[in-house]
Structure formats: structure tokens, C-alpha cells
């Protein structure tokens, strides 16, 4: 649980960091951007927590094997067994919650997420802008004035973009932003207005009359959150090979967590007042870092339909289980060098 509040709190410190350094703060303002911190550590616990428990694991019975209270456990009459019923009695519970946070909080992390992303960096955007105030973007290209300013409400909208080879002067007396909701690309509606077409290389300037223009505002690259962010049960009566590893990605949480504190149980041992040498704690590290490569690489070939949907990610977690038992079984070699 330590372990767990402290990578989280690192990894918010770093987001927050991250967010004010940029322009986020000035799109969305302190609240939406603490909110959003929120969100995106929320959907990082998925992974904070197999890692911290991982980690607890081997701190806390490598601690036990140092003080030699493993000794007094075992002249007790406290088996192996015994142990790893113990690990498990907490590592499934954990396992449990971050099926949960995977299958359930991630999406909707990932939707109110993503609806704060498409409002941040919408380029026209109706809380964005004071009226009486030329905005402009040099990286983009892009000039935005508006006269008046209310709410949701803009009036006598200015917007020109230099493109390669033209530029675009959209004049609109009127501009509305709709309520965003999942799923829909964000956008302005712009009312009673006209379009100019400059042409830098001669061909024709052209002239554009409307009575409502709807400018999508964001880069139009959302398939990936949408994914991320579509339910379990959608998820599940799909047959794209992108939904299914997605899907299977949530259902594996709880099994991955709970064979990683498996595994994590032999990289505690020590012998009496012997102190962990660095190379068993770069053992333990190579492993999980191992695991972590897979179960991306697993889950890439899944969406590519370099493996269908069995086997799956599922492979993957059947060698995780016969390594675990492996290094838990009593004849296995590999205990003297975790000890050495």
C-alpha cells in the first residue's frame, strides 16, 4: 500500500509538473487540470500496483530472511506452503482491484480524459479566448480574434490560417460550442459567415458564403482513445483483433498481478544476516522489465493478427506460471544463484 501511495504521488508530481509547464493550465485553467492529474493517475494504477506489490513482496521477505525470523517462523512449524499462501492472501485481493481499475475505472478514466484532452487542445474554443484579444500561433499558423465573448457564445469571430500554399480568412458572425460527448469529434459551430481562399500560387482566390459551418477542432486522431475507452461489454462483442487485445490486455490484470508476487517470493530469500546483493535485486528488475516488453509485444500481435484470439495474451501468462512454479519448486537449481 506504501509502496503503492508513493509511486502514485511520484508519478501525479511528474503529470502536474508536465501539465504546467505546457499550455494546458492556460486552455483549461487549475481545477480541470488537477482533474485531469486525477484521471491519468487513475489509469496509471493499473500498472502501479503489480509493480508495487512486486516490490513490497521482495522488501518485506527479504527483511524477514535478513532478521532470520523466517527461521523462527519455520521452527514454528510455518511451511514454504505456508508462506505462499500468506503472499497469496494478499496478492488476490490486489490482483482483484486492478482487474477492477482495468476493466471498469480505466475507461471511463480514459473518456473524461479524453474529453478534457479535445477541449485543451482545441484550437478554437469558446472558453479559450477574451474578447477584444488577437491570439495567434507562429508554430500554426493561425490568427483568432473575437469581438464578444459570453459563456459558450462568441461573436464576430476572426480566424485566418496560412496554409503551404494558401490562406484561409473565416469570418463568422456568430459561434456556439455544443456540449462535447463521448465519441463525437469536438467542434464550433459557426453561424452567418464567409470563407476566403487566398491563393499563394496564382490559381484563384475563391469566396464561400454560409449560414453555419461546423469546424471540428481537434486533430481528428481518436481511434485509439476510443478503444481505450470503450466499455468491457462493447469490447466483448467485437471481433476487430484491436478490441479483442484490448480486451484481453483488462482481463490479464489480475492473473499478472497475482504471478508477479508468485515469482517475487524467490527473489527474497537470503540466507541468516546475509544482506541482498545488487545482483539479485537486477535479477528481479530484469524479470518484471521482461514481462512488461511481452505483454506489450503480446498484446501487439493480438491487434496486428500476428496471433489470433487463442492463444491470445494468454501465452504469455502460461509461461509466467510455469516459471513461478518453477522457481518456487523445492529441486529448482535456479534457488542457489537467487541466493548467492
Not at 498481478?257 to 544476516?273: C, D, E, K, M
Amino acid at each position: 500500500m506504501v509502496v503503492t501511495v508513493i509511486l502514485a504521488t511520484l508519478f501525479a508530481s511528474f503529470s502536474t509538473a508536465r501539465f504546467l509547464a505546457g499550455a494546458v493550465t492556460d486552455s483549461l485553467g487549475l481545477v480541470p487540470v488537477l482533474r485531469l492529474v486525477f484521471l491519468k493517475t487513475l489509469i496509471a494504477l493499473e500498472v502501479l500496483m503489480p509493480i508495487a506489490l512486486y516490490v513490497a513482496v521482495i522488501m518485506g521477505l527479504g527483511r524477514l530472511h535478513r532478521d532470520q525470523e523466517i527461521v523462527v517462523l519455520r521452527s514454528a512449524g510455518v511451511s514454504e506452503h505456508r508462506i505462499i499462501y500468506a503472499v497469496l492472501i494478499v496478492a488476490v485481493p490486489v490482483g482483484l482491484i486492478s482487474g477492477f481499475l482495468s476493466i471498469f475505472a480505466r475507461p471511463w478514466a480514459y473518456e473524461e480524459s479524453y474529453l478534457l484532452n479535445a477541449q485543451a487542445e482545441a484550437e478554437l474554443n469558446t472558453e479559450r479566448f477574451r474578447a477584444g484579444r488577437f491570439y495567434g500561433s507562429e508554430k500554426k499558423g493561425r490568427v483568432i480574434y473575437v469581438k464578444d465573448s459570453s459563456g459558450k457564445q462568441m461573436g464576430e469571430v476572426f480566424h485566418y490560417l496560412n496554409k503551404h500554399d494558401s490562406s484561409e480568412i473565416i469570418l463568422a458572425r456568430k459561434a456556439y460550442q455544443p456540449e462535447l460527448v463521448f465519441g463525437q469529434r469536438p467542434q464550433i459551430h459557426l453561424l452567418d459567415g464567409s470563407i476566403y481562399r487566398l491563393s499563394h500560387t496564382g490559381k484563384g482566390d475563391t469566396v464561400v458564403q454560409f449560414e453555419k459551418l461546423v469546424y471540428f477542432t481537434d486533430s481528428g486522431n481518436v481511434m485509439d482513445y476510443r478503444r481505450k475507452a470503450a466499455p468491457t461489454a462493447a469490447l466483448m462483442q467485437s471481433d476487430l483483433p484491436r478490441d479483442t487485445a484490448e480486451l484481453q490486455w483488462r482481463l490479464s490484470r489480475p492473473l499478472g498481478t497475482i504471478l508477479l508476487a508468485l515469482i517475487a517470493v524467490p527473489f527474497s530469500r537470503a540466507s541468516p544476516r546475509q544482506t541482498k546483493g545488487d545482483k539479485t535485486y537486477y535479477l528481479a528488475a530484469l524479470v518484471f522489465a521482461i514481462y512488461y516488453i511481452l505483454s506489450g509485444l503480446a498484446q501487439t500481435w493480438v491487434e496486428q493478427g500476428t496471433i489470433g484470439r487463442v492463444p491470445g495474451v494468454w501465452w504469455l501468462y502460461g509461461v509466467m506460471l510455469l516459471f513461478a512454479i518453477s522457481l518456487l519448486s523445492p529441486g529448482f537449481r535456479w534457488k542457489l544463484l537467487l541466493r548467492r
